[in-house]
């Protein structure tokens, strides 16, 4: 692979080499799960088979962790009402999944930019915001999430 790809500098030769020498080279392309409806009849599914936000959005498990919550609650508020649970589970998440998935595409190009330019950018504004100033109103801007997480009493 070096002859192919080694005149691409920086570290790229020696990470090639290390792939040639490697018997278990972790390759995937990134995906997202987008389905109309996450539940038939009595199966419901929750976690990445879902909703995969992928990897672009870094917070999956938390949002599968958020779909099992729901999920449990509703199922435990409907008291046996299987169709009402599912409805509400997805009512409830749909929205709020949706919109964390199309944050996620936005940062494509943030990940991996297709210019020497966007690259240059793209670690120009990664310093700018760690600068300590700028970090905490940035990050908790767009750490924020505008969901209330809904209390489920266990009786
Ligand atoms: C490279 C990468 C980096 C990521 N970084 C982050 C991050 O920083 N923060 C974050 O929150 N999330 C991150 N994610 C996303 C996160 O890993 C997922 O959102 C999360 O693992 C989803 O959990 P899950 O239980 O729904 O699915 P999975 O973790 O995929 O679990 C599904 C399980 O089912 C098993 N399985 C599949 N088919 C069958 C079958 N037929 N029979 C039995 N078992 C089966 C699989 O082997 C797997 O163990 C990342 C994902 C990737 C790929």
Not at 59 to 74: C, D, H, N, V
Not at 118 to 129: Q, S, Y
Request: contains cysteine.
């Amino acid at each position: 692979m070096r002859q192919a790809y080694g005149e691409m500098g920086w570290e790229v030769p020696e990470l090639l080499d290390a792939m040639d020498a490697s018997d278990d080279v972790y390759f995937d392309r990134v995906s997202q799960i987008r389905l109309p409806h996450w539940s038939a009849d009595r199966v419901a599914l929750v976690g990445d088979a879902a909703a995969c936000p992928s990897l672009l959005a870094g917070e999956g498990t938390g949002l599968g962790m958020l779909k099992a919550y729901i999920l449990a609650g509703e199922l435990h508020r409907a008291d046996g009402d299987c169709a009402r649970a599912l409805a509400a589970y997805e009512s409830r998440l749909q929205t709020f999944i949706s919109a964390k998935q199309k944050g996620a595409l936005w940062f494509r190009g943030f990940f991996a930019p297709k210019t020497a330019l966007g690259l240059t950018v793209r670690n120009l504004a990664v310093r700018v915001f760690a600068l300590p100033l700028l970090a905490k109103p940035f990050w908790e801007r767009s750490l924020h999430d505008d969901f209330t997480l809904p209390e489920y009493p266990m009786s």
